[in-house]
């Protein structure tokens, strides 16, 4: 069965430091992962996805995440913070081969501070 | 292009009571789909629509909940009557032709149904 874990529900960082975000993930078969963002008041904004191409995906706004499959991991990086950076953040699965339901994992809230 | 859109943002309504909530997918997606998050949990799936058929609605909590997709274009999920658990925020998000390789699903913003 697809499931996703995130490993942290709150992540607080100093602006220019880095981010890691931590996500561990099971699937039967190749899954496509994802990474979404939810800043305050605003919709679900995709961050970055992979599709079982190139194992470094690189997103928006200097965001990246390496799969690591002997690892099941999808972790997600930024080298520097910024305030802006501050949100709620979801690593999502694919619920089957499709690609069609989303299974989302409980979200880091992430903080950053000047 | 504009993106998903919903409506309202928010609702308060009373227990017992019926709301339908709306959803526009971006133009041209074949997919439409529908989650939610309760207070404190994480999102789920309910439903997807292709076009105007229900593919898979296994995440429907129940028959209160009834969601349709006239004409393959907008949605609206009604929930009828409202119970307390129901509060949380409803998402839809849609997604291109699945032949395109293209699996991103876009998100709306949300509606916050509050049931009191």
């Known amino acids: 069965a697809q499931s996703v874990t995130q490993l942290d529900s709150h992540v607080s960082v100093s602006e220019g430091t880095p981010v890691l975000l931590r996500c561990n993930y099971s699937?039967?078969?190749?899954?496509?992962l994802f990474w979404y963002v939810q800043h305050p008041n605003k919709g679900l904004q995709l961050l970055l996805k992979?599709?079982?191409?190139?194992?470094l995906v690189k997103g928006i706004n200097g965001f990246e995440a390496e799969f690591k499959k002997s690892e099941t991991s999808f972790h997600l990086t930024k080298p520097s913070a910024h305030m802006s950076d501050a949100a709620e953040y979801f690593c999502?699965?694919?619920?089957?081969?499709?690609?069609?339901?989303?299974?989302f994992g409980k979200g880091t809230t992430l903080s950053v501070s000047s | 292009e504009a993106g998903v859109t919903q409506f309202p943002s928010h609702s308060v309504i009373e227990k017992g009571q019926t709301v339908t909530l709306r959803c526009d997918p971006i133009?041209?997606?074949?997919?439409l789909y529908w989650y939610r998050r309760v207070m404190g949990k994480e999102i789920k799936f309910l439903l997807h629509?292709?076009?105007?058929?229900?593919?898979?609605e296994s995440g429907m909590p129940n028959n209160r909940f009834l969601a349709e997709r006239t004409g393959g274009t907008y949605s609206t999920l009604k929930v009828q009557p409202a119970e307390l658990e129901d509060s949380g925020v409803y998402f839809c998000?849609?997604?291109?032709?699945?032949?395109?390789?293209?699996?991103?699903?876009?998100f709306g913003p949300g509606t916050r149904l509050t049931v009191t």
């Open positions: 998000a849609s997604s291109q032709k699945a032949w395109t390789g293209r699996l991103e699903q876009y």
């Open positions: 699937s039967s078969y190749s899954p496509s």
């Open positions: 992979y599709t079982s191409a190139a194992t």
């Open positions: 999502v699965v694919t619920a089957n081969q499709a690609g069609t339901a989303l299974i």
């Open positions: 133009s041209g997606h074949d997919n």
């Open positions: 629509f292709v076009k105007e058929s229900k593919q898979d």
